[in-house]
């Protein structure tokens, strides 16, 4: 009888989280319903830091800064195939040029050679001017391409908290800042194995970029005004763990295939070009700085001509990838 009962309300719960996902890909709710936060100890577990990394609100929030010392950061307990994943973030105010504060995937510990990885990287600047905000897509170790985009926001995220987001699927990945999509990548025959396809564990870090983040590294780091701090808070995994031995998913296929009903609708795409063609500032697709020829993805658009007489793009050619898996660095010195 009570094995009955848990059939009977497993299979509620998974039509209920089948409508929900099925009512998103129509446009007709804007964000996920229902998805419960983690708290720390739930779903987390510290990279680095010491106590440069405190928990509040009930150990459903995490507090990561940046001083002479050290950064830090944390990872989630599982790796995920595919799912949604999200963390309201309030980033350090005053002056942060240097400063990177980075929300993202990657599976750089188990496939050093080959890895994936999907990047929300928050660059700071010098006072009275605006955080930026990177998006990088990397598939089967493809780091000297990247896939950049950079944007300003029509926000200030150092005032309030500010939800950012990653959905990734088999055929596509989307981010979105506060419900609103802004970068949207789907499988494609172009992108051949380089569309990220392994597990993947979640991150976040704070550390000192301070030779590549703001202005090519014209402005570094002034500790003075340290300790830097970063606010993260209702934590988000909805995804499918995997088996950390044979990389097999735990959850079942139905499950699995619902993120990929999870399309942009109609209005989610309109907003999401008013954001692109206002607030984006580089895209790797308009670099002819680094790509004389674009990359097979990318097509020529009314975007081209703003990149090529944008000052980023200039800066973004003089970068040099800087070997991030700063998870794996204890100190400053060593990044």
């Known amino acids: 009888m009570a094995s009955s009962r848990f059939f009977f309300f497993s299979s509620l719960l998974l039509l209920a989280s089948f409508l929900s996902l099925f009512l998103l890909s129509h446009g007709a709710i804007s964000s996920f319903p229902n998805l419960t936060s983690l708290s720390f100890e739930e779903g987390y577990t510290q990279l680095f830091g010491d106590s440069n990394l405190m928990l509040h609100r009930d150990g459903r929030g995490v507090h990561l800064s940046l001083d002479e010392r050290t950064g830090a950061g944390f990872a989630s307990q599982d790796l995920y195939l595919h799912g949604f994943f999200s963390a309201a973030i309030k980033l350090p105010s005053d002056y942060a040029a240097g400063v990177v504060v980075a929300f993202y995937m990657s599976n750089g510990d188990v496939f050093e050679r080959t890895h994936d990885e999907l990047d929300f990287e928050f660059l700071g600047n010098i006072r009275g001017k605006e955080w930026r905000v990177q998006t990088n897509i990397y598939g089967n170790g493809s780091t000297a391409i990247g896939r950049e985009e950079r944007y300003g926001l029509w926000f200030d995220p150092t005032e309030d908290f ?69 606010e993260f808070a209702d934590l988000i995994l909805d995804g499918c763990a995997v088996d950390p031995m044979d990389h097999t998913p735990t959850c079942n296929g139905l499950v699995a295939d619902l993120y990929d009903t999870i399309t942009i609708s109609t209005d989610q795409r309109l907003a999401m070009e008013r954001f692109r063609k206002k607030h984006m500032t580089y895209s790797y697709c308009y670099d002819r700085i680094r790509y004389s020829t674009p990359l097979p993805e990318c097509s020529a658009g009314p975007e081209a001509r703003q990149f090529q007489e944008s000052g980023e793009v200039v800066r973004f050619g003089d970068r040099r990838r800087r070997g991030k898996r700063h998870h794996h660095a204890p100190t400053n010195s060593a990044i």
């Open 162 to 230: 500010h939800k950012y987001s990653i959905l990734w699927s088999h055929d596509r990945i989307i981010f979105y800042i506060d419900n609103v999509p802004i970068r949207e990548v789907a499988r494609t025959e172009v992108l051949g194995g380089q569309f990220p396809s392994k597990p993947m564990s979640l991150y976040a870090t704070i550390w000192d970029g301070s030779n590549w983040a703001t202005s090519g590294g014209r402005y570094k780091i002034n500790y003075k005004y340290a300790p830097y701090i970063a």
